[in-house]
DNA sequence: ATGACTGCAAAGACTTTGCATCTTT
DNA sequence: AAAGATGCAAAGTCTTTGCAGTCAT
């Protein structure tokens, strides 16, 4: 049993604005950021549109920063780094994941391995530098 | 300024804990497994310590996993199974993870790399056979 | 018309925090 | 005695959900 999906005018709107960013935001981010032009638009209609989307596998989810889970619209496999800093993601294509290691790792662990994902943390270049003008009074929220 | 840390029976317990299983557990667990050797013992408490461990960099966070944050009391790096139907989490201490690419990345993309996380996601055994021998009445909780 | 989608607000789940009290040093 | 650590419960965040009204087919 398949539940039918229909269009909807707000669905395409989060979806596209997914698409066309590459911080990969958060569920706030969509609903602040389609505020202005969708008035009406309802925090808990974002979640269940991200939601679906995920299921239909046309964007994932990068994980938890900070708190907020953190979406990609791009599905495909690639890596990503995450700032402690100031919590930004950013895709890193040019590191080149092997889609053949799932199934090794499958067969000697025995496992059902689906994919896997590959996540550098530090500080971003912008980060970098307040860190190094910063006066070291209070303690930084970089860890 | 550092803050001294005292010796405390409660989050000697805490971490002992964590040691000694390899299921990367919650806060929960943590607090759930030593409430009948403490019971006095108060979740916060264990928030507050996992956090401090986490500080100390004696344990690592793997993740949050159906929204509970998952800790490994083993803080070397090693690679990680996620079980999408269970939530369970398993080392994977025969995939190697190489440190040079955290210089690498770091030179080829101008951030401070710390360090880097490879994690796989899938079905483990447990949940694959629970799977098959399932009949289709109700959608499975597994994605 | 029917079934999906949404807004709204309440409810849930997990984590953090303030404060008085108890411990460690 | 001084400074940490804890219990308790309230508060805080983020996310999910029930329901009545709206929209797509």
Redo the contacts with the bound molecule.
């Keep these: 049993m398949e539940?039918?999906?229909?269009?909807?005018?707000?669905?395409e709107a989060i979806l596209n604005a997914i698409r066309a960013t590459d911080i990969h935001p958060?569920?706030?981010w969509v609903y602040q950021t389609l505020k202005p032009t969708?008035p009406?638009?309802?925090?808990?209609?974002v979640?269940?549109?991200?939601?679906l989307f995920q299921q239909q596998g046309i964007i994932q989810s990068v994980g938890?920063v900070?708190?907020?889970?953190r979406f990609d619209g791009v599905a495909t496999p690639h890596s990503h780094f995450i700032c402690r800093c100031c919590g930004a993601v950013m895709d890193l294509h040019r590191v080149k994941l092997d889609p053949a290691l799932d199934r090794s790792i499958a067969e000697e662990y025995g496992l059902a391995v689906e994919r896997h994902e590959l996540t550098f943390y530090g500080s971003c270049q912008a980060c970098m530098t307040k860190e190094q003008s910063k006066m070291p009074t209070k303690e930084s929220i970089c860890v």
């Design positions: 539940r039918a999906t229909r269009y909807s005018k707000k669905r958060s569920a706030e969708h009406d638009l309802s925090l808990g209609t979640y269940r549109n991200l939601s938890v900070n708190g907020q889970e």
